[in-house]
């Protein structure tokens, strides 16, 4: 962030600071819910439409510190950057900085003695045992100041342990909905007064059986006033208006944004699992020809059903484009079997009937849209069946930018060269958040970036899926000299992408001149790239097109590279 010289605020003040720890480390942690409430503030503080300042980010006071106008009020969001127990120290220097009044100052924290969804706004009160609320106390010397208190269950065990850890896929979906709750209740501090908000705010949500929610009493004039309703109806309107809003940047969406990537990285993580199962089972009627002469397996269809079925119960109103129907399935009547009962081991629901499993494979028939999932099952078929390469990959398109990319490699090893290590993993990358690794299990690894070294090039183990001939040429021309490393599948953009190869170019194979590539082919793989630093084109230069139906029909071939060497590769390709 720049350092630049902070203004003196001008009339009203709120100085609003969520708790947390600072890094990559901690960033989806129970401890950090202060810190997302601050980042949800932002977004809400800074649309355009709402008469809004710019902000100015800068550090100052041990924090990260935006000011901004609100309506006549000026407002200070920050994040302590002291760690969690230390948080009085920042805390004090903004208070004493600013001059703020503590009746002006807000702090938003977790609490594991509120059940997971519950807010709590008070004016003052001990530290029930928060460590950052502790230092703060003892370095304002007082317990009279307002806090807004997040619920995030209570341990069963180690109580650091727990706070450290991140939220399952259920929980994430449900702090996503408070944190949202939370900007109305601070809007509401902000714009009327403290009593106020906790008239309005301080209310029990509970599940119902008919998986609605009840809320105690009314919350807010401009919420839907019945006991028993879907959480989306019950959300006040300002916040479905917000979300709306988000849905036109280039960014991942919030307050959808963490639970589409959760619910993303879950269910490719099960599909893995069901994979990997099927490969170690497999007899050689578990795969068929499709009408194109490509396989397809029953790993392929129990893989899109289970996606599929998690994306639709999270976001059933989300479009999915995916590979595969279950029309040979419905006219294989074994093979369906075999599907369901894989299905059936691992869908974490009960049992399924073979209708309800081709239900779930044909949620994926959707089209393209202004924003929709695409997924390809199992990536590299022919790799599959060969025991080698093979990926799941999901990616999620709004006005045909990817914002979130998913490749689950359940046989690439953690690094390619190391003979010793382990087989299996997952490249998630969000629009503006770079690529990050996985294990197969779900352990984050590391952030993975390209590498500005030449040394090799990737291309398809299969002959018909390019122009070896040509490939060959251009890397000839650009000096790399090494073998081509041959896999099937997107992996080719994951090795790219931490920096085990410079460059990925597939031409059309001169048999097939008007080939045109399939949407969920490359989406994944494309986030997976540019995130890590590199770019991928056509082989025009032509950004890829996702807008155009199934097949990107206004590109020819791909080139993914480190970016240092794209135009050179684009030159070369110009000279063929």
Not at 92 to 98: D, G, S
Not at 110 to 127: F, M, Y
Not at 150 to 167: C, N, Q, T
Not at 457 to 486: C, R, W, Y
Request: glycine residues 8%; aromatic residues 6%; contains cysteine.
């Amino acid at each position: 962030m720049a350092k630049t010289m902070l203004t003196e605020p001008q009339g009203k003040l709120k100085l609003i600071v969520g708790l947390g720890n600072p890094g990559a480390r901690y960033e989806d942690t129970k401890h950090n819910v202060g810190f997302r409430v601050v980042d949800a503030l932002y977004e809400e503080f800074c649309q355009p439409d709402s008469g809004v300042l710019r902000p100015t980010h800068t550090s100052v006071c041990n924090a990260l510190v935006l000011q901004t106008m609100w309506h006549d009020t000026s407002i200070i969001l920050a994040k302590p950057m002291t760690y969690m127990n230390n948080s009085g120290a920042a805390v004090a220097a903004l208070v004493k900085r600013f001059e703020v009044p503590l009746s002006d100052l807000c702090v938003v924290y977790d609490d594991v003695h509120l059940d997971i969804g519950v807010l709590r706004i008070r004016q003052k009160g001990s530290d029930g045992g928060q460590k950052g609320m502790k230092s703060i106390i003892q370095r304002l010397g007082t317990t009279a100041f307002p806090r807004l208190r997040i619920g995030i269950g209570e341990p069963g065990g180690d109580l650091v342990d727990y706070v450290l850890s991140e939220f399952s896929a259920d929980e994430e979906i449900e702090i996503e909905r408070t944190i949202n709750r939370a900007v109305d209740a601070i809007e509401t501090l902000v714009r009327d007064d403290i009593l106020t908000a906790m008239n309005k705010f301080n209310v029990t949500v509970t599940s119902n059986q008919y998986g609605g929610y009840a809320f105690q009493y009314p919350v807010k004039k401009h919420y839907i006033y019945t006991v028993s309703l879907n959480w989306q109806l019950a959300t006040s309107l300002h916040a479905d208006i917000r979300r709306e809003r988000l849905k036109s940047q280039t960014h991942l969406i919030k307050p959808q944004g963490k639970i589409k990537k959760q619910t993303a990285i879950n269910a490719v993580l099960n599909a893995i699992q069901l994979c990997e199962q099927v490969q170690a089972e497999m007899v050689p009627t578990d795969a068929i020809q499709k009408t194109d002469r490509s396989p397809v397996t029953v790993a392929d269809f129990g893989s899109q059903a289970l996606i599929c079925k998690a994306i639709n119960e999270v976001f059933p109103d989300d479009t999915i484009v995916a590979e595969e129907s279950a029309q040979a399935l419905q006219e294989n009547a074994p093979l369906l079997e075999r599907v369901a009962d894989y299905v059936n081991r691992f869908s974490q629901a009960a049992a399924a009937t073979t209708e309800t499993v081709c239900e779930w494979i044909n949620k994926g028939s959707g089209e393209v849209g202004p924003s929709f999932w695409t997924l390809d099952p199992i990536d590299g078929t022919k790799g599959f069946l060969r025991r080698d390469q093979y990926a799941i990959a999901l990616a999620y398109i709004v006005d045909g930018v990817v914002q979130l990319g998913i490749l689950g490699c359940p046989n690439l090893p953690y690094r390619l060269d190391a003979t010793d290590a382990e087989r299996g993993c997952l490249f998630v990358a969000i629009r503006g958040q770079g690529t990050h690794l996985y294990t197969k299990t779900g352990e984050l690894l590391e952030q993975v970036y390209v590498s500005e070294a030449t040394h090799r090039f990737a291309e398809s183990v299969e002959s018909t899926h390019g122009d070896s001939e040509a490939h060959g040429k251009i890397a000839n021309a650009l000096g790399i000299t090494d073998p081509p490393v041959q896999m099937d599948s997107q992996v080719k953009y994951g090795i790219v992408s931490r920096g085990e190869a410079s460059l990925y170019i597939r031409l059309p194979n001169p048999a097939y001149p008007d080939y045109r590539e399939c949407i969920w082919d490359h989406a994944a793989g494309l986030i997976v790239v540019e995130e890590a630093g590199g770019t991928v084109t056509d082989a025009k230069g032509a950004s890829l097109n996702f807008l155009t139906g199934k097949r990107m029909s206004k590109n020819r071939g791909i080139v993914a590279t480190n970016g240092k060497l794209h135009q050179h590769v684009l030159k070369a390709l110009s000279n063929q």
